[in-house]
T-cell receptor
Framework: AQSVTQPDIHITVSEGASLELRCNYSYGATPYLFWYVQSPGQGLQLLLKYFSGDTLVQGIKGFEAEFKRSQSSFNLRKPSVHWSDAAEYFC?????????????FGTGTRLLVSP | NAGVTQTPKFRVLKTGQSMTLLCAQDMNHEYMYWYRQDPGMGLRLIHYSVGEGTTAKGEVPDGYNVSRLKKQNFLLGLESAAPSQTSVYFCATMIPGLADIKNEQFFGPGTRLTVL
């Protein structure tokens, strides 16, 4: 079965510092990959997605992610974190063998931003 | 455009009571989903629908029923609520396919349900 692992439950980063959130997936082929962000009390918003092609994907709010097939990873990065980035981040996989119908989500990483 | 809306935003039930959560979308998306979100467990798929009149079970369907009588609405029902169903429920929609904007799920704001 497909699965997504986000090994960090919480991460604290100083404002202005760089950020990397880890995501590993388990799947036999190249899946569709997504990062979503959830602000407190809100629904999920798509940050970026990878379907094919260039393995470095740019998203909204200055985020980027790199797909590494050899490591089954899709880590999210931002060069300089802002206080407004404090939120929960979810990595998701869309297995191709379901016809893209369903996503499998990781358990999330909560980002705290310190002054 | 309202996007994806969920009704109600909050609800408190007693064990054994029933209720229906409504998800409405004005984006004409074919696919609709119901998830539950619990601390430390991410989002888990309850049921989904790939079109009007069709529904399918997700990862955690027990205790829930759904209906998609109209393309724009997806109802989630709890026939006899249990404390284990205390959660935040999210609805999502999607256009399937390979184009750039497709395969992205759009989420509603959520419904916080407490079962006492």
């Amino acid at each position: 079965a497909q699965s997504v692992t986000q090994p960090d439950i919480h991460i604290t980063v100083s404002e202005g510092a760089s950020l990397e959130l880890r995501c590993n997936y388990s799947y036999g082929a190249t899946p569709y990959l997504f990062w979503y962000v959830q602000s407190p009390g809100q629904g999920l918003q798509l940050l970026l997605k990878y379907f094919s092609g260039d393995t470095l994907v740019q998203g909204i709010k200055g985020f980027e992610a790199e797909f590494k097939r050899s490591q089954s990873s899709f880590n999210l990065r931002k060069p300089s974190v802002h206080w407004s980035d404090a939120a929960e981040y979810f990595c998701a996989v869309g297995p191709m063998n379901t016809g893209f119908q369903k996503l499998v989500f990781g358990t999330g990483t909560r980002l705290l931003v310190s002054p | 455009n309202a996007g994806v809306t969920q009704t109600p935003k909050f609800r408190v039930l007693k064990t054994g009571q029933s209720m229906t959560l409504l998800c409405a979308q004005d984006m004409n998306h074919e696919y609709m989903y119901w998830y539950r979100q619990d601390p430390g467990m991410g989002l888990r798929l309850i049921h989904y629908s790939v079109g009007e009149g069709t529904t399918a079970k997700g990862e955690v369907p027990d205790g829930y029923n759904v209906s998609r009588l109209k393309k724009q609405n997806f109802l989630l029902g709890l026939e006899s609520a249990a404390p284990s169903q205390t959660s935040v429920y999210f609805c999502a929609t999607m256009i399937p396919g390979l184009a750039d904007i497709k395969n992205e799920q759009f989420f509603g704001p959520g419904t916080r349900l407490t079962v006492l």
